[in-house]
C-alpha cells in the first residue's frame, strides 16, 4: 500500500484493453507451479480479490511463455494489453527478471531483485527461522530439523541460511540429515 500511495496510483474503474495484470508462475518446476502450492494460490486468490475490485483483470502467464529479453517482453505486453506484472514464485537466479524491469510496473514475491518500476514483497525468512530455532533452543530441543523445499527460492534460501547460522551461533550441530528434503 505504501508503493500505491508513493507512486500515486489511480486505479480504473472499467476494465479495458489496458488494465490487464499477468501473473506470473514457475511452469517447469512441479515443486514450484502455482497449483502445487497452497502458499501460491492463496496469494493468488488475495491478488485477484484486490485486482477485481480495482477494475483489473488477472491473466495466468507460466513462467516458460515470458520472453526474457526487454524488447519480445515489451512486444507481449503489448500484444495482450498487459499493464502490470506479478512473479508469483521466481527463482534466485531469474535475473532476467531485471531485464525486464521499467516495461511495465512489476512486483516479485518472495525474491530480492531490483530494477526501475521493480518491487519486492517479502518477509523476513532469515529473521523467523533463526528466531524460530532460538526459540526451540530455549524450549530444551537440540536436535532441531528443518524440512526444506526447493533452494533455488529467495524465501526458502533465507531460511535455510537462518537455520544453519542460529544452529553455529547455539553452538548445535548441523548434520545434513537434520535437513528434510521435501519433494
Known sequence: MDVVA????????????????????QSNDRQANIFGSNFLIEILGGVCDEL??????????????????????SLLCRKNHIAGCIFGNAYRDDFYIEELAGVVPMAVINADFHGERLYTISSDD?????????????MGH??????????????????????????????????????????
Open 126 to 138: 532469515y529473521s523467523g527461522m533463526y528466531g524460530a530455532v532460538k526459540y526451540l533452543y530455549e
Open 52 to 73: 477485481l475490485l480495482s477494475g483489473y483483470v488477472v491473466s495466468l502467464y507460466p513462467s516458460t511463455e515470458i520472453p526474457h529479453n526487454k524488447e519480445e517482453f
Open 6 to 25: 508513493a507512486s500515486g496510483f489511480q486505479p480504473k474503474l472499467v476494465v479495458s484493453e489496458r488494465n490487464h495484470i499477468a501473473f506470473i508462475f
Open 142 to 183: 537440540r536436535r532441531i530439523a528443518l524440512a526444506a523445499s526447493v533452494l533455488r527460492f529467495q524465501s526458502n534460501w533465507e531460511k535455510w541460511r537462518g537455520y544453519h547460522a542460529a544452529l553455529e551461533d547455539l553452538g548445535l550441530p548441523s548434520p545434513e540429515d537434520y535437513v528434510i528434503r521435501l519433494r
